[in-house]
């Protein structure tokens, strides 16, 4: 029967000549009808976009081009245009019915082509000037729209007329304009018009919750137009949104979206209640034109309102600035200014002048303030200075003021006050500062030189006047930096690359001749310090020098070597070496306990130690060895470091490494180190155990709060119920209820024992008492025995069953742990799956047997399967549970020799397994055999 209907079918749509076409967006193509297919001549029943696109004549291709845009956009769509067919051009009618889904990717358009005869043709013809008509007069209706919004101050009466008049054009019964409130997440109709006879549902349909699951939200917000010629067009996933609208008895709506630059904000449609109505294209094109104008001039209205709150701000904040704002106007008498009337000012001139002005305004200064008559004075002086920023002291209020004055009109100026007292007494604190430190700076027991950017001397302080025998500074100010004849090339050429640098010098005054002259004769020694000044954008703006006379130190050097004789004898007890060392002749000395702090044999040549660093850390050696290159470089100066020493015994050992640079004259082949260190072994070794004490105890902390927390929770909901139901069940004299209670009570004293039983379990394997018997089973009658064990507690429609091999299995193992295990992973997958199965089994593997269990439950989240298996983890909170179960499994495979995991994808299932290794089963049935 169904082969003859589907014969006529085609028999009839070849006499109607009308046919089917669907649109591909994934694959670029058309799927046709036989029909369409034959009309066309084509080969085969597809045909790609570009393909169709050049069988339109030519003067209507450029017209079809928004065609693929309104699949995207809307659920309707009529065109009429020629086509080249096999019989010639042939005028055909394409009409979009409907959209099989919402997402552009997959948009799958499904309509057909029906060809006309010359008079429907013709008629097409006629309607069109009906049509242009009609797009006249709604054109003429937009703009009037315009108008109306340009001439009122009424935006929302305006916007109510315009709604009326599109209910009247369109015949329809409801109107309206919804509102989004992202924040809140709801929305509210802001604009209703309805037809007569037709009930107002505005004030219901305020604050509603955006589903986010619904389809006309997404519709909406990503910008598409829902038209419905009736509420069959709706997609089934709009069932939710069907199920609203059909108990309002529509039978044909539009909407379309409400645009801003920020995105949609809301929606405008219109509903039909009286009849079906079949939407055009123009239709949609001016009611769209009408929802924008309106969206439009809404945002602009919006705009309008925030610059009139802004200007009022601004207004605030000329009222209520800390600046003092003054306006007058100058009254003139022979071209010279004699008066000035107050026109305007704020507030915090009051407080700055301590002026009232409020009640000068217009009127003449000299009038109502005589007694200002000196800053009247000040005013007309300043007129000759515009712009010009000046500073006044008001002796009544010991204040000081800064005020500046322009004209903004000819006779018109404005004066601005601001009270500079705090700072301007800073400045003065300043000034006080600064005459502090240039005595300090002239009293300094060292030798200053400032030389300005480029070289030049400007300033030097009494104490280098002596050192260098100058009579007064004039002699030596301008002298240049760069031709000072003692100081080295390669120190001026640091400084000129921007580089501080710290050096000594053998000062010889025969040198100066011609360069300044100085009363003093010979050498003294200098240790010099040449630093670079910038300015906050980094640019050089000085040199510092300062110097320092240590001819008179060679007593203070026999000092030190009292000091490093009782140095040494200190170090042989406190473990302390030193060691001074020059890194460029490759001379020195050392103390024997600064040789066996490094692992080294006392008197061996520090060549042979310093840069080589035989027994240091591989990973410290480099730092060590890069800091002695750049100590040659005069990169480095100093260094502090803890390093590994390996012992020839294989130890290891820690010592402190503290390294300066004392004597830095490269020119004169010294580079003069001084090195400490000391074995800080002991140290090391208590700081390591007290933090893994803290880590311990820090560990121990959390778990004790974890525990107990979990614990309080989980024994205390079973005994809740326990004690509940049971004061309930004496009470109740119904059979059936007294039943219904004992079962709870049941089931929570099995919970409550599954706890204990958990507890008891963990603090075993806390004691490492953890207990096992190990005897030969048959694996095969302990999964039966299982099975048929739970399944009583599994859900309504799920199936418990095992996957029975084709041979029996025999191990040697404790057989109640293997069998907790499995009732674990069982208990766990009941929990969680509630339709589908629950399969036991197990498979053997080369040298283990892998026992599994699969469920067709919820599922594991990716990311909580690497802890799965740790205390306390659950991860469904609602359901009853110690978080403990998984942790003891993992225990007892353990140290049973095997291997525990999990395979989860989420509301897919999960598959629990372990493996028990096989050769445990031959050895012990030797050691049986043998017995």
């Not at 000085?542 to 030190?560: C, F, G, P, R, V």
């Amino acid at each position: 029967m169904s082969n003859i209907n589907s014969d006529r079918l085609l028999k009839l749509t070849s006499m109607a000549q009308i046919g089917w076409w669907e649109a591909d967006f994934t694959t670029q193509k058309y799927i046709l009808s036989e029909f369409i297919v034959d009309l066309l001549g084509l080969e085969s029943d597809t045909i790609g976009f570009e393909e169709f696109h050049y069988l339109v004549r030519e003067d209507y291709r450029d017209k079809l081009k928004g065609l693929r845009e309104a699949f995207k956009s809307r659920h309707t769509y009529e065109q009429v245009f020629p086509l080249y067919t096999k019989y010639g051009i042939t005028w055909v009618l394409s009409k979009m019915e409907f959209n099989k889904n919402n997402e552009y990717e997959n948009l799958k358009p499904f309509g057909y082509i029906r060809c006309l005869d010359d008079i429907e043709i013709n008629e097409k013809k006629l309607s069109t000037k009906d049509l242009l008509n009609q797009l006249i007069y709604r054109q003429i209706s937009i703009s009037r729209s315009l108008f109306s919004f340009l001439q009122t101050d009424d935006i929302s009466d305006t916007i109510q007329k315009i709604l009326k008049n599109i209910l009247l054009q369109f015949n329809g019964d409801r109107i309206y304009i919804f509102r989004f409130f992202p924040k809140e997440k709801t929305q509210s109709c802001i604009y209703e018009v309805v037809a007569e006879n037709v009930s107002k549902e505005q004030d219901s349909l305020q604050d509603i919750p955006i589903e986010p699951t619904s389809w006309w939200s997404k519709e909406i917000l990503s910008q598409k137009a829902i038209i419905l010629n009736t509420l069959d067009d709706m997609p089934l996933e709009a069932e939710f949104d069907r199920n609203i609208l059909e108990p309002q008895h529509i039978k044909s709506l539009m909407a379309v979206p409400l645009m801003s630059k920020k995105g949609v904000w809301g929606y405008m449609g219109i509903d039909i209640v009286k009849q079906h109505r079949n939407w055009k294209d123009a239709d949609y094109q001016w009611f769209t034109s009408l929802a924008n104008i309106i969206s439009i001039c809404v945002e602009l209205r919006k705009s309008e309102q925030k610059a009139i709150e802004e200007r009022q701000d601004l207004n605030n904040l000329y009222s209520h600035m800390p600046i003092g704002y003054l306006q007058l106007k100058v009254i003139y008498k022979n071209n010279q200014p004699v008066d000035f009337i107050f026109l305007n000012g704020n507030t915090a001139i009051e407080k700055i002048a301590m002026l009232p002005i409020k009640s000068y305004i217009g009127k003449r200064a000299s009038i109502v303030s005589p007694h200002l008559h000196h800053e009247f004075i000040l005013l007309q002086n300043s007129l000759k200075a515009e712009n010009e920023t000046r500073t006044y002291y008001h002796p009544e209020s010991d204040k000081y003021f800064q005020y500046q004055l322009y004209f903004n009109k000819e006779d018109e100026f404005v004066v601005l006050f601001s009270d500079i007292t705090a700072s301007h007494k800073a400045h003065l604190e300043l000034m006080h500062n600064e005459e502090i430190l240039r005595n300090i700076y002239q009293n300094l027991p060292v030798g200053i030189e400032l030389y300005d950017k480029n070289g030049y001397m400007i300033d030097v302080n009494e104490k280098n006047l002596e050192m260098f025998g100058i009579k007064n500074k004039e002699e030596v100010l301008g002298v240049n930096l760069f031709s000072e004849p003692n100081i080295p090339e390669d120190i001026k050429v640091k400084l000129k690359n921007r580089e501080n640098s710290n050096f000594n010098l053998n000062y010889d005054f025969t040198n100066v001749d011609g360069y300044y002259p100085s009363q003093k004769k010979g050498i003294i020694n200098l240790v010099s310090k040449a630093t670079i000044l910038y300015d906050s954008q980094n640019n050089v703006t000085n040199y510092l020098i300062i110097n320092i006379d240590t001819t008179e130190t060679t007593y203070a050097y026999s000092k030190i070597r009292e000091f490093e004789n009782l140095f040494t004898l200190i170090g042989d007890y406190a473990k302390v070496g030193y060691a001074i060392f020059n890194a460029l002749s490759r001379d020195g000395y050392a103390l024997s306990s600064w040789y066996d702090n490094i692992g080294e044999k006392d008197g061996t040549p520090l060549p042979k130690i310093i840069g080589v660093y035989q027994h240091i850390h591989p990973e410290d050696r480099a730092l060590l060895k890069e800091f002695i290159g750049n100590v040659k470089q005069g990169k480095a100066t100093r260094l502090s470091k803890e390093v590994r020493i390996e012992r020839d015994s294989g130890e290891l050992s820690w010592t402190s490494i503290n390294v300066l640079v004392r004597d830095f004259r490269p020119e004169d082949n010294i580079i003069e180190m001084v090195c400490v260190n000391y074995d800080i072994t002991p140290l090391k070794q208590t700081e390591q155990k007290l933090i893994i004490a803290r880590d311990k105890a820090e560990q121990l902390d959390k778990l004790k709060s974890a525990f107990l927390a979990n614990m309080s929770h989980e024994i205390r909901t079973p005994l809740n119920s326990i004690v509940g139901f049971s004061t309930l069940l004496a009470e109740t004299d119904d059979m059936e209820e007294r039943t219904e209670y004992i079962s709870i009570i049941e089931r929570n004293n099995e919970l409550l024992l599954q706890l204990i039983s958990d507890i008891l379990d963990l603090s075993k394997i806390e004691a490492g008492t953890f207990d096992f018997v190990n005897e030969p089973f048959e694996i095969n009658q302990v999964c039966r025995e299982i099975v048929q064990t739970l399944k009583a507690k599994t859900q309504k429609g799920v199936a418990l069953l095992f996957k029975t091999p084709s041979s029996p299995c025999c191990i040697y193992s404790d057989k109640n742990r293997f069998t907790q295990v499995i009732i674990n992973f069982i208990t766990n997958a009941i929990k969680f799956t509630s339709q589908g199965s629950i399969t036991l089994g197990y498979e053997i593997m080369d040298d283990a047997i892998k026992v599994y269990v699969r469920d067709t439950g919820l599922g594991i989240p990716h990311e909580k399967l690497n802890n799965i298996f740790d205390r306390f983890v659950k991860l469904n909170t609602f359901v009853q549970g110690t978080g403990l179960g998984l942790s003891i499994c993992k225990s007892i495979v353990s140290q049973m020799g095997g291997e525990i995991g999990v395979e989860s994808t989420e509301n897919v299932g999960s598959c629990f397994w372990f493996t028990h290794p096989l050769t445990l089963i031959s050895s012990h049935a030797n050691e049986k055999t043998s017995s």
